[in-house]
């Protein structure tokens, strides 16, 4: 994705398409998100020069995520987040439907990729280190789809200004930077409200 290009070489770029292929090779799981390489320049980026500490770190993320957020339920994960979106966002919501945006086209992305494509680097690097460093996977992986609807508190005013299907698709692909830890905060923040407001 371009904002990773930005930062990787053509040598590391040949560490990622080796490291996806044998991660592949030698996963037992049953099913891969399509884009799984696409989740690997942050530990690139991070290893730099080390491709066996990259590959088990990306192994580490991997086994921790099909066990949390398992590929299969990708439709019901989807299902769940576009409801919560559409109640706590109504006016984005309709601002996008009008602009015929469907949830498809952002939405998988957001929660399968965990934002990697759509941040800016800096601020990806710093939302996946929060998710490692968490004592919780309440507070780790299991917060992202909270991240996501946090993200969209940052652009609800930017998107519902925008006229046009093509820059609110953009937006929704290339979010602007952010806080991060004000965005963790207010994720941490919406969970609780859905918690007590009995949406899911």
Not at 61 to 77: F, I, K, S, V, W
Not at 139 to 160: F, K, R, S
Not at 161 to 180: C, G, I, K, V, Y
Request: with cysteine.
């Amino acid at each position: 994705t371009p904002q990773w290009q930005s930062v990787l070489d053509s040598k590391n770029r040949e560490v990622v398409e080796r490291v996806a292929a044998c991660y592949i090779a030698n996963c037992l799981q049953t099913q891969l998100p399509p884009n799984v390489a696409l989740m690997l320049p942050p530990f690139v980026t991070v290893c730099t020069g080390q491709e066996v500490e990259t590959y088990y770190c990306f192994h580490g993320l991997m086994c921790l995520y099909n066990t949390l957020m398992p590929p299969e339920e990708m439709g019901l994960r989807v299902a769940r987040f576009v409801m919560l979106f559409k109640v706590i966002y109504p006016e984005v919501n309709a601002a996008l439907e009008e602009e015929e945006v469907e949830p498809n086209e952002w939405v998988v992305s957001w929660l399968e990729i965990l934002l990697c494509r759509e941040l800016p680097v800096d601020n990806a690097l710093r939302l996946w280190d929060s998710y490692f460093a968490a004592d919780t996977p309440e507070d780790g992986l299991l917060l992202h789809p909270y991240v996501c609807l946090a993200v969209m508190e940052n652009i609800q005013g930017t998107l519902i200004e925008l006229s046009e299907r093509s820059e609110m698709l953009s937006t929704l692909q290339h979010l602007p930077a952010m806080d991060m830890e004000h965005v963790i905060t207010q994720a941490q923040s919406i969970r609780d409200e859905v918690r007590v407001r009995n949406l899911l």
